[in-house]
């Protein structure tokens, strides 16, 4: 089984500069998060989805940071414009209805603003 | 969401068992305790989750007593792959509320 597919694995981009990020979930997973992980830190989450609704997004700075899951698959995290402050690894994951309790993570696109 | 506390970091040697205890005092009735591992360069990885009392598998073994307030991860036998940041949760299980990982412990596995 595939696990949590993101592109691109890393991203170096000036600031005021837009940037995007893609994940693809594990096949049948409904639920998909996006989580920021600076650097020393665990990962802290910025928006969470149940098939193609936000249902969670106190987290996400909704100034700049935007996000979408068309058809409630594929799912796509923008940033406009990025700060320096933005350097971190953007994490994908995802779960399924019966093992909620489990997220399955993807590798992360590290992103530097310079 | 409860609160967790676990050491910054521990160092082992192979072949060593290594317990890494993590405190939640605040832990509601309906939470379970869960513990991830994150390699570098990798996102973070389901390890085990309980309730109560003992649970173990094929990576590790999670202690956690009558009162439910501290939990121990338990890792027979490390070697240097175990070398990793290792995050300890509390939350509902299947709850829509989201998993909150604090800093985590960071285990160096030296030859």
């Known amino acids: 089984e595939a696990g949590v597919v993101q592109s691109p694995r890393y991203k170096i981009i000036e600031k005021k500069q837009p940037v995007a990020f893609w994940c693809n979930p594990i096949s049948g997973h409904n639920t998909l998060y996006w989580y920021r992980q600076n650097l020393g830190q665990g990962p802290e989450l910025l928006i969470r989805?149940?098939?193609?609704?936000?249902?969670?997004d106190s987290q996400l700075p909704k100034d700049r940071f935007s996000a979408e899951r068309l058809k409630g698959v594929d799912s796509t995290l923008k940033i406009q414009p990025a700060e320096l402050g933005d350097s971190a690894v953007y994490l994908c994951?995802?779960?399924?209805?019966?093992?909620?309790?489990?997220?399955?993570f993807g590798p992360g696109t590290r992103l530097t603003v310079l | 969401l409860a609160k967790t506390t676990q050491p910054i970091s521990m160092d082992s040697y192979e072949g060593q068992e290594v317990n890494i205890t993590c405190s939640h005092n605040n832990i509601a009735t309906n939470d379970y305790i869960t513990w991830y591992q994150q390699f570098p360069s990798q996102g973070p990885r389901f390890i085990i989750q309980g309730y109560k009392t003992k649970v173990t598998n094929e990576v590790a073994s999670l202690f956690i007593p009558a009162d439910r307030k501290s939990s121990t991860l338990s890792l027979p036998r490390v070697s240097l792959s175990d070398t990793a940041v290792y995050y300890c949760l509390v939350g509902e299980r299947g709850s829509a509320r989201q998993l909150t990982f604090g800093s985590g412990t960071q285990l160096t596995v030296l030859p």
């Open positions: 989805y149940e098939n193609e609704e936000a249902v969670d």
């Open positions: 994951a995802s779960s399924g209805d019966r093992t909620r309790f489990e997220q399955f």
